[in-house]
């Protein structure tokens, strides 16, 4: 079959780029307005764009409640210019999509979801306490996509949950992780059968 995205029916361009471009990490973006009220949602149009500088970024559609479409982790970045990602592990999969729901802006998605907070240590913005690593950020900026805005933010402090960090090779154990992917509509993957395949590149630094 082929499509032309401009012949597909309304949603069918959607449905179909995010059933293809699988699985996609969670961006659990923590976040907190002017007034201090926390907020947190997931986003898997997420990536990691370089490690120096270190920087992250995820999309942000127009689907929010406010007049402007936007929601409130957009709303919120734009105010402060700081945010946290958190990592989805099996754990707390259930309570990230407690937080996927369409929430008021004065609904703090750590309690409807019975989350443990941190403050961060160099960002207002909070963190999931449980998460297996957060990523404190600072907004680098914001660029209009369509009807997404793609968030770039610069890593300035990481929390790694302890046993997980191999100080020897100065990675994460992807073990001991045990991370969730995004599919398609209702589902999620498990990231737990790994497999090696060892790089022709002699000097490759992954």
């Not at 992250?56 to 936007?70: V, W």
């Not at 609904?107 to 907070?117: H, M, N, Q, R, T």
């Not at 100080?167 to 990231?191: E, I, K, S």
Request: aromatic share 8%; proline share 8%; net charge negative.
């Amino acid at each position: 079959m082929e499509f032309d995205p401009a012949a597909l029916p309304p949603n069918g361009m959607y449905k179909l780029l995010i059933s293809s471009v699988v699985p996609r990490p969670i961006a659990w973006v923590s976040s907190i307005d002017a007034e201090g009220v926390r907020n947190l949602a997931p986003f898997s149009y997420f990536m990691a764009i370089t490690d120096d500088p270190p920087t992250i970024a995820f999309a942000c559609s127009h689907r929010g409640a406010g007049a402007d479409g936007k929601k409130d982790t957009l709303r919120n970045v734009e105010a402060t210019r700081e945010f946290v990602v958190n990592v989805v592990d099996d754990d707390r999969a259930a309570q990230m999509n407690v937080t996927s729901g369409d929430y008021p802006p004065e609904i703090d998605e750590f309690e409807v979801a019975g989350l443990s907070v941190t403050p961060g240590a160099r960002v207002k913005a909070p963190r999931v306490s449980d998460a297996p690593i957060a990523m404190e950020c600072r907004l680098d900026r914001i660029v209009p996509v369509g009807r997404a805005n793609l968030v770039l933010g610069r890593i300035v402090y990481l929390h790694v949950r302890e046993g997980l960090y191999d100080a020897a090779t100065g990675r994460v154990d992807m073990h001991r992780l045990r991370p969730v992917g995004r599919l398609a509509g209702n589902l999620y993957t498990h990231v737990h059968d790994i497999f090696e395949m060892k790089r022709p590149n002699a000097d490759y630094r992954g």
